[in-house]
């Protein structure tokens, strides 16, 4: 599969479209706090928390916990 059908299989959602453009057009960074990217994306925390379960779980995205935040690379 190529890179651009790729990325249209995995950019089902218009969350998840915002959520590629949003990390793939910023700086790198080395991770991000779930609420943080709520608030940059006007996006409703519970709906984002369970999309990045969903792209974790399919490899796209790193998780990690530290302490009571839930970072993303």
Do not use: C, W
């Amino acid at each position: 599969m190529t890179t651009s059908l790729y990325l249209l299989h995995i950019a089902k959602t218009p969350l998840r479209q915002k959520l590629l453009v949003y990390f793939f057009t910023q700086p790198a960074e080395t991770s991000l706090y779930l609420r943080q990217i709520a608030v940059q994306l006007n996006i409703d925390p519970a709906n984002l928390s369970r999309e990045f379960q969903r792209l974790v779980k399919e490899g796209i995205f790193i998780a990690r916990k530290q302490g009571n935040q839930k970072y993303i690379s």
